[in-house]
């Protein structure tokens, strides 16, 4: 009764999806403002709806309702309740209804907000994500249904189906069968609600860059509008990716945080884009360029957020087969194609009132910067979906099953990543419009002198790896300009208001949000990118099996087995869990407890490792396997990860940066008018 | 000794050093674990879905490790080693599609369309419209030295466009 309680109210909530589709073309084309209005509301009630669905799921999970097909597969008597709730995106079925819930609220937001001056693009906003909405609704509702239940029919075959087949009874299994391990942890509690604010948050922009096409407000409106939205967006997603590469290293048990797996990269591939157009807009709203440019950054975006949504969920890539046999691959694409067939249409259609009101005049300039970081991101994007779909195609016309791995990937990416990191130094110095190598050497010959002295002091220390020394370098360069920059600016303002330095640099980013935010995200980035070359260059692995008291050695540190117990928890686990002590120079460092949990009710094991984990490096050590008898020998798999913590801190003041560029403004209209009047009075950032 | 001796036997004592050392490494009864991970590293599971057979944590991944260790202890090259499984299960064990074929597309693509990426940007720098020189006074840093000034009336015109624009924003 209570499932399909919820099932009904989802059903109510697509006909309301639809009704506000119809209703807001209806009002736009008779000009008729009470039916855009109404579509309004109908928008505005899909979130009580879907808050009321998602919470009957909930309902059903925690109280162990197994008759449900769902509910069996996600959750078991002995998991604690705060592991149910985040059983609704554990499953296929309802990461939908999660993610259809996410929509409706960002959805709800939006239409909350103050319309007075951009009436006209109601409509086709409510257009856009209602049309989204209807699409991840009716998947739930025909394809992938969490409330459907077990029958069992005369002959004694269980099925599952929503309303109970004639003959059947009710079907009711004693215990479900359990959360995959590998999800029971705290980055996977986080990291999938993070990934989808960050894919849900990117169809606000995409609305309005789609009600601006239809409506013929080419003007930079949509782009104003939408700037805090596409920021969040980008916040949401960055530490959705962060958080997985985080529950990648702390779970999987390979010593990485980032493999290259089709899955990852899917996540992947709408951040590349929508980076791409979070620097992308700037040249537009500052110079009126690159508009077409931009609006198809966003269908892009759009596009590839809604792939990622499908491949994160459906494993169709392992092979063309899979993605015939499933049930929604069909459907979501061609929900993509359509969707992205009507978005390049209307883009072609309006091609003509999108023209550029300036001229690209100089290479040096702000904007002609941002094209280069814009063709460095794309590649990097063709990489990536190249790479994913490439397997597909072989098999489709070879038949011959092939792997596009890692090596694939850091090959093509590595060149392009430096390259972006570079810009990423140099390109805030020029100044939009015009810039010359003189204004760029000035802002830069003190930060690269530094750098160099500080390559020097590298080599010396004996880093002789070409890749890194030139890794290193760009890496080091671009920390220096940047900090140089924020320097200077601080030391400007101090001494033209007579403020002390921490005063200054308080009043100083307060001012200027979104540019110090800016300088504090390319900050985070380097460290981060500190510690992906660490890890990625100077990782060092050894694996070996030993006796109690016998110790294995890696990069000067001696690992020594000193005892193991197996033991069942409460839970309904079988842990073994290893005792050994990491010791360098005959001193001790730390006792680490590297663990294999064997889940009995779903029948798998998951790799705990033990980590000792410092700014300099991480030891990283996994229980490979071990005698069961006498605990006579054990074996295991010990990693040695120079400065991957550098990657955890950046992620963190990233974090920072992106909060303080999005904070919101007292006065938008007016800051934004601030800003335009100092770029015209004061015309190169770098002077 | 004489020079001739020494180089009669220099090549003798090399001869038996490469076979010594070529025994001695043929002979190694078991390999280590590190020599098969090496190896595994380079393979991906056959039947997982994207995971290098050095972590893969199924029972029939670590039987293929071992696999790998008889084919080592029995002298195989890791070359060999990694053609046995390619013939075995197929081009997907490897971590990258071999240089064949339709595979070579792989390669292909991306720098291609890379080139075309940076040739449309070099358009954009280059279109006709373009004049060489410094923007409008508005939005130049410093004025280049060399470079001609630029015409009144276009410039004019711009900052009367500028204008007009921060008018409509604000």
């Known amino acids: 009764m209570i499932a399909q309680f919820g099932y009904g109210v989802l059903v109510i909530s697509l006909a309301t999806a639809f009704y506000a589709v119809g209703a807001a073309v209806y009002g736009y084309f008779k000009k008729s403002q ?118 069992q029919t005369f002959d004694g075959t269980v099925i599952t189906a929503m309303f109970q087949p004639s003959g059947a009874v009710p079907f009711i299994p004693a215990d479900g069968r359990g959360l995959n391990p590998l999800l029971r942890h705290p980055g996977m509690i986080i990291h999938p609600p993070m990934l989808y604010l960050g894919f849900v948050s990117f169809v606000i922009p995409f609305s309005f860059a789609i009600a601006s096409l239809v409506t013929g407000r080419t003007d930079d409106r949509w782009i104003r509008i939408t700037r805090r939205w596409t920021l969040v967006a980008w916040l949401f997603l960055s530490m959705g990716l962060v958080l997985g590469s985080r529950w990648a290293y702390d779970v999987l048990g390979w010593g990485g945080f980032w493999g290259w797996d089709p899955v990852e990269i899917a996540a992947f591939m709408p951040w590349l884009t929508g980076t791409a157009f979070v620097h992308s807009v700037m040249i537009q709203e500052k110079r009126g360029m690159f508009k077409h440019w931009n609006t198809l950054l966003i269908i892009l975006t759009y596009s590839l957020v809604i792939f990622g949504t499908f491949l994160t969920r459906s494993g169709v890539l392992s092979s063309v087969h899979a993605f015939a046999q499933s049930a929604i691959g069909p459907a979501f694409f061609i929900f993509i194609g359509a969707t992205f067939i009507a978005s390049a249409g209307l883009l072609i259609y309006r091609w003509n009132d999108l023209k550029s009101e300036s001229e690209l005049k100089s290479v040096f300039s702000r904007e002609a910067f941002f094209l280069l970081n814009n063709l460095f991101f794309m590649s990097i994007l063709v990489v990536c979906f190249w790479g994913v779909i490439f397997p597909l195609i072989s098999e489709l016309f070879t038949g011959q099953k092939v792997t596009v791995g890692p090596p694939f990937y850091q090959r093509a990416t590595a060149p392009l990543f430096a390259a972006l990191i570079f810009l990423m130094g140099i390109a805030p110095l020029s100044a939009w419009g015009h810039s010359t190598w003189k204004t760029l050497g000035r802002a830069m010959w003190k930060p690269a002198i530094a750098a160099v002295v500080a390559e020097v002091i590298i080599l010396a220390l004996g880093l002789r790896n ?73 990782q060092t692995e050894t694996q070996g099996t030993i006796a109690q008291g016998e110790s294995l050695k890696l990069d000067g540190y001696t690992i020594t087995y000193k005892d193991l117990a197996v033991f069942d928890t409460a839970d309904a686990r079988n842990v073994a869990r290893a005792v050994v002590v990491v010791s360098k120079g005959g001193k001790v460092l730390a006792e680490l407890h590297p663990r294999r949990d064997f889940f009995y009710e779903s029948q798998q094991p998951m790799t705990i490792p033990g980590v000792r984990s410092t700014i300099e490096d991480d030891l990283y050590i996994i229980l490979v396997d071990w005698q069961p008898i006498l605990s006579s020998g054990a074996t295991f798999k010990v990693y040695h990860n120079p400065l991957v913590n550098w990657l955890w801190t950046g992620s963190l003041l990233f974090i920072f940066g992106a909060l303080v560029a999005v904070w919101p403004d007292k006065d938008p209209e007016y800051e934004s008018a601030r800003e335009r009047a100092r770029i015209a009075q004061q015309p190169a950032a770098a002077d | 000794m004489t020079m001739k001796r020494l180089i009669w036997i220099t090549p003798i004592i090399l001869v038996f050093a490469a076979l010594w050392v070529g025994i001695a490494f043929a002979q190694d009864p078991t390999p280590s674990d590190d020599d098969v991970n090496r190896i595994a590293k380079q393979l991906f599971c056959p039947v997982c879905e994207n995971t290098p057979l050095d972590v893969c944590p199924t029972q029939a991944c670590a039987q293929w490790r071992a696999l790998i260790r008889d084919k080592l202890a029995a002298g195989w090259t890791d070359e060999q080693i990694k053609q046995y499984f390619v013939d075995q299960y197929g081009a997907r064990v490897l971590s990258e599609p071999p240089r064949t074929g339709l595979n070579w597309l792989v390669y292909i693509v991306p720098p291609v369309l890379f080139v075309l990426g940076v040739i449309i940007l070099a358009r954009t720098f280059h279109s006709p419209k373009e004049s060489k020189g410094g923007d409008s006074p508005n939005l130049t840093p410093a004025p280049v030295a060399g470079t001609p000034a630029q015409p009144a009336s276009e410039s004019d015109d711009y900052v009367a466009r500028l204008e007009e624009e921060l008018k409509k924003r604000n």
């Open chain 1, 34 to 151: 009470r039916w855009v209005e109404s579509a309004r509301y109908a928008m505005l009630l899909s979130f009580p709806l879907i808050t009321i669905s998602a919470l009957t799921l909930i309902y059903l999970i925690a109280n162990n309702h197994f008759e449900l097909d769902f509910v069996f597969a996600v959750t078991s008597r002995s998991m604690p309740t705060y592991l149910k709730m985040t059983a609704l995106w554990g499953g296929q079925a309802g990461s939908l209804v999660f993610w259809s819930w996410l929509m409706s609220a960002f959805a709800s937001a939006v239409m909350l907000r103050k319309w007075d001056r951009d009436r006209e693009f109601m409509p086709w906003v409510i257009v856009v994500a209602s049309v989204t909405l209807a699409f991840f609704i009716g998947l739930v509702v025909f394809y992938e249904n969490p409330f459907a239940r077990y029958w």
């Open chain 1, 466 to 538: 070409p890749y890194a020394l030139i890794g290193f370098f760009i890496i080091i360069l671009t920390l220096f300009i940047t900090l140089y920059e924020i320097w200077r600016a601080i030391r400007a303002r101090g001494k033209a208001t007579g403020e002390n330095f921490l005063l200054s640099s308080w009043r100083l980013v307060g001012r200027n949000r979104r540019r110090y935010g800016g300088y504090i995200i390319h900050i985070s980035m380097v460290l981060m990118a500190i510690g992906i070359l660490g890890i990625g260059l100077f």
